[in-house]
């Protein structure tokens, strides 16, 4: 029965803690675009002539499987 007047003020302080967390994240706009990074990984840049930051390397310059 003792434990009971430890847990219950610190079960109310860790809702209390998780509920301020959850509503600095709302409120500093973690949640605002669910969908976008999901779209911008499937986006793929297949422009002709597109390298990456590596010098020299151009993604479209490598053979498929098959083409050896």
């Known amino acids: 029965m003792e434990s009971l007047y430890l847990l219950i003020p610190l079960s109310v302080v860790a809702a209390f803690a998780a509920g301020w967390v959850l509503w600095r994240a709302v409120d500093g706009g973690q949640f605002d675009d669910l969908e976008g990074p999901a779209h911008r990984i499937l986006m793929d840049d ?3 002539g597109f390298t990456t930051t590596h010098e020299g390397f151009d993604p ?3 053979a498929a499987p098959g083409d050896r």
């Open 46 to 48: 297949d422009r002709p």
């Open 60 to 62: 479209h310059q490598i």
